[in-house]
């Protein structure tokens, strides 16, 4: 469904992404994990179509900036921003309008009562609260029926329902025979359903692991520890290196 | 195009909606409609040969707007250089730049809402309907072609704006570049300006008049384009309003072409600046200052070898915050404001000479311009935040630290601008010297004023009685300084006449002190928000 290769990211002199590959096929949850600044979020940017770069991001063959592959694909943004002026019925109609939806009302309805919004259909995107437009965000993501779905940090300020909720409607997707991408740092939130994991620090994916490998019974916070400690380990003594052969010059 | 339809109509129909749960926002739209209204009927009635229409110079008016013009130019190369403009908000990013929409679409409806606002920002223009029919014999038709040339002029700066960023971003010679070429633009246009000054008799509102009219500044990017476009639309001069138009469709269309030819390229290239601008806004509703939010973003620092905290106890807050100061100004302590007050004291001081009326009026202009900069300076953040009620040391000595450097600050301001104020006006270094204490001693009062607020004003939960009640503290505190000025400037001779601001001075320390004597355990009494 998913194919990333060689894809690079640089702003001005920054290394944001350097040479990402993987792929994601369909029925398959891929969880990003990596510390602060890792490059997470830059690559779901990128392939959300956002960001340029160099390598190729295909969805299921089309090339990701292509009107077909927007079709197949939906982005939650880890910042929420609903039109302000938009109420929380009419972003739905809107979405459905942009995706050429037919019958979507009934789809909407649902949505909105997963979520326990179906009460704040009238309400304006300007008075809802960060937990509210995160609903609405996801609920406007998943009403199109995207074949591929990029969650950046989705459980972030959503109370335990959403939460659950969020979790219920990935294993669905999942076995609708969806692709999903979670880039997270809650490790415990996606230990569940994950089944293939990228970890990246500095730009690159450093490891990635399978759970029908198994991964499983390591688990995936030591497993995330593992990793980024020894890399940082690593980091520290080439740095140490660095130090040491410049003083003896 | 029926998704994108559908958006406008609703956040139109929305907007207006949206006001019946706003009355005094809708009262303020229905005065500010009636007005224009009336304005507009009211130039329609008088003839054009009324004796009431004066027929100003329409040179003012063309010195107006080429003013506006190279104003624009600045801040629209200064964001490129930068951040870039945008065409979009954040919903759009998230909403329809990943919606199936064709991209092309997209910029279409980014131009087609840009332009909205910018015709929208140029109502201020038809505000001066009456002004410019009573004072300058303006009709409409040379009402409707300020219009176009002021509302072009603001749609195709936003366009350059992207335009910059994208020929700059991430290449620092080109930034070099533009900057180098904007200078050297400033300082042409500096010196034509002072050779005209010399022929024109010595006279700078000649001057100006005589540039602002002649053929060349025409060709000067905005403002000049959009005077040519304005003369010609007045003179009916088709060479002129051909060239105005050619150049600013010229600039329009070479940077949409652009954009339209890169597939959706141009999502990147906006992005940044629209997370800049929604950040800004996420930050203004949070209530914090939008430079607090955004700095980190834009003036990224760098961090020098050896700066270092020092001090324990309420000393470390004292040396935080010099750190802090030391990276952010080059030189601690001046800033701009220090350059812009220290070049109007230069002015004052050359024009007027020793004059005791000038020497006042530049000393209450400068304290006023320190009470709205002491309102937004980081003491009143300071003793908000969470940090310093934790911090395991008495209230007022907290709050005595967390203040000193804000009081430093005017100090050395003072110093600065009377020292510039003596030396290009010949003032004796003594009355320059009262007026700078007065200056810092008007300060330390408007950081008291600051504490105290958090005492009395902070507490209320409406926002117009905080404002009357900050107005209100500000009066009653400040008006005996005023009143001990004037009459201690009426018993004395005009020669001894600066010896007002010892009384003054004295005043306003003794209530800073008591302030903080009275009111500096604000910590302990106010509640963190």
Redesign the interface.
Known sequence: MLSVRGVTK????VLANDNINFDVSSGEISVLLGPNGAGKSTII?CI?????YTGSIKVNGHDN?S??A??E???I?E?????????VW??L???A????LSDWTGDAQVLLERFEMDDKKKK??SDLSKGMQQKL?LC?GLLPRPRLILFDEPMIGLDPHAIKQIKDIIVEQKNAGGAIIISTHMLDSVAEFWDTTHIMMDGRIEASRRRSDGTENEGLEDLYFEIVESKRQAKRAEQENNTNGSKEN | M??IG??II??MK??IL?LKRQPAKMIGYIIFTLTIIGLIVLSIVVPRDSEDIKLADPRIIYLALVALGLFFLTIYVGSGLSTGSTLF???D???????????KKILLYGLLSTFGRSLLSSVFIIYQVFNLRFNFGFGSSEIIALLAAYTVMVLIGQLLSIAIYLFT??KPQRKRLVKTLMIIGGIGLAIVLYITYIQEARSIKNALYSVADSGWIGYIPFGGWALMLFKGLLEGHVLNIVLSTVFFLGTGLAVILTLASG???Y??DV?VSTEYI?KAQLAMKEKKTTVHAVANEKNRKRVKEGQRLKGTGVKAIIQRQLLELRRRNRIPFINGYTIMASLIAAVVGAKAGGSTGAAFGMFGFLVYMQYFLTLFNPLSTEIKSPYIFMIPEPARKKVLAASLVSFIKPCVDALIIFTVFAVAGGTDPLSALLLAIGYAAAGSIFIGLAIINQRIVEGQPNIFLKAILGILVLVFIIVPAVVFVVLTSMILDEQYVFISMLPFSLYCFLVTGLIFLLAGDVLDKMELK
Do not use: W
């Open positions: 640089k702003y001005a002199k940017k959300a179509g956002l960001l340029k900036k009107i077909a927007k079709r694909l939906a982005y943004p910042v929420p921003a609903p039109y302000p002026m938009l109420t009419e972003h109609e809107f979405i309008r942009a995706y050429s304006l995107g965000s406007c | 029926k998704a559908y958006l609703m956040q929305n907007r949206a908000s954040m919903s990013v998230g909403f329809l730049f990943t919606a199936p929409i064709s991209s971003n991430g597939k959706a390229d999502y990147e992005l929604f």
